[in-house]
């Protein structure tokens, strides 16, 4: 239907249009000539100065949510998670466990530094997508070189702002992870977006395989001066570690080359044997993402070098571990994905603020005798860490090399360089 614009005139008073009244200086006539133009003449001004809502969010639960679009365009499927960190969006962005899922940030503003390039943790976004409260509109930090919306483009990713993500979160904790959709594309109808989202499911997917590197290469880049907080860095031995990458931060890399670590990064799909061959002073199984029992190839990779070498196990490397020990992991309702859960270490007593990003744990009461858990969550009780001193294994179920609390996990890179040690001296 065509819009109309009215035009009104004023024209000269007329000695004709009334009587003339008994005091004219009280009395002034006008008269009013109005007129129609068409939407073709003003389409100018049905623009609109500020972006509508051009993209949806469908949930497998039926649910749509309407919302605005930067980054790239398109459709795209994936797990639905809240992540609660206050700051570190770039490093979300681009921590590999976060392949297949959409994160959605419950602190409201975001993108509100930009990007740099020194705080990637590796080297392309593996996430399906990111959904947000609030775009800044403006950057502001000395080492921004980008913003998040151009970054997001130029990688293919989507993502989705002005949307509730208040109620999603609630919706999500009530029903645990949802499979979503995103989409700009206009011509594909809700009940298409829909089906896709039932049809999907990332339960029993192996996604280690493609955020893993393809060939082994040796690591040597340390934390930057700038950032580094250890008040002594020792230059003591170094210790030759061999780290399995099922989806590695490059923080890790970076903390353990800080301690004096020579290290030699190898493919999901390394051999034990080859590992082997290179004879390390311990092997490191890395965080990565999606189901572990998903990946059959990996617990039997971990299963053949138990007891050979000291072994550090972080995230997905945890559960990997637990499954090699004969242990069973369960999918949890909605995860642990944030930079503030609380940590209880059970050889101490002490509490950390712990960095988190999976899906599953480890079931310690299907864990053989002689294994210990070291660590809980405190928001739920689950398993934090395990230890089997008997066979020098050692692991935790979050990210020693994120800084949240500020630097209360980083301990235990040095409890791996002391058990790596005390291994070499005895044997």
């Not at 006539?29 to 109005?34: A, Q």
């Not at 497998?60 to 992540?83: L, M, P, Y």
């Not at 994160?103 to 959904?131: A, H, K, W, Y």
């Not at 309702?333 to 950390?352: I, M, S």
């Amino acid at each position: 239907m065509a819009t109309a614009a009215i035009n009104l005139a004023l024209v000269k008073p007329s000695p004709f249009s009334v009587p003339k009244a008994q005091n004219p200086s009280k009395y002034r006539v006008f008269t009013l000539r109005c007129s129609s133009t068409t939407a073709n003449a003003v389409s100018d001004l049905s623009e609109r100065p500020w972006k509508t809502s051009d993209a949806r969010l469908v949930l497998e639960d039926g649910s749509i949510w309407r919302a605005k679009s930067f980054g790239a365009s398109g459709t795209q499927v994936g797990e639905v998670v809240f992540n609660t960190s206050l700051t570190g969006y770039q490093e979300i962005i681009t921590d590999p466990s976060y392949a297949g899922q959409f994160v959605l940030m419950t602190n409201p503003q975001i993108g509100n530094t930009g990007v740099n390039f020194d705080d990637e943790e590796s080297r392309q976004c593996f996430l399906g997508g990111l959904v947000i409260r609030s775009l800044s509109i403006s950057t502001s930090n000395y080492r921004c070189a980008e913003t998040l919306g151009d970054y997001l483009a130029k990688r293919n990713i989507m993502g989705i702002y002005d949307v509730d993500t208040r109620a999603i979160t609630r919706r999500l904790r009530q029903d645990g992870s949802l499979i979503g959709v995103l989409s700009t594309e206009e011509t594909k109808t809700d009940e298409e977006l829909l089906e896709m989202s039932r049809s999907w499911d990332i339960v029993g997917v192996d996604l280690i395989s493609g955020v893993s590197c393809k060939t082994p290469h040796e690591w040597v880049d340390k934390t930057n001066s700038e950032w580094e907080f250890m008040s002594k860095r020792k230059d003591g031995e170094a210790f030759r570690v061999v780290a399995y990458d099922f989806g590695i931060k490059s923080n890790i890399l970076r903390r353990l080359a800080s301690y004096g670590c020579k290290i030699t990064v190898v493919p999901s799909t390394w051999p034990a044997s080859e590992t082997l061959k290179m004879k390390p002073d311990g092997v490191l199984f890395s965080n990565g993402p999606g189901d572990p029992s998903a990946v059959p190839y990996a617990v039997e990779t971990v299963k053949q070098i138990l007891g050979k070498v000291p072994v550090f196990g972080i995230c997905m490397g945890h559960q990997l571990l637990g499954l090699a020990l004969g242990g069973t992991t369960f999918k949890m309702k909605f995860g642990h994905h944030g930079g503030n859960h609380p940590v209880r270490n059970l050889r101490t007593g002490d509490v950390e603020i712990s960095a988190q990003n999976h899906n599953y744990a480890v079931d310690p009461k299907s864990l053989p005798d002689g294994v210990e858990v070291t660590h809980v969550n405190l928001n739920d009780g689950s398993c934090a860490g395990l230890a089997y001193p008997a066979r020098n294994i050692m692991s935790i179920q979050y990210h020693p090399e994120a800084s949240p609390g500020p630097h209360d996990s980083d301990y235990a890179f040095r409890e791996f360089i002391e058990l790596m040690k005390r291994v070499k001296v005895n044997a």
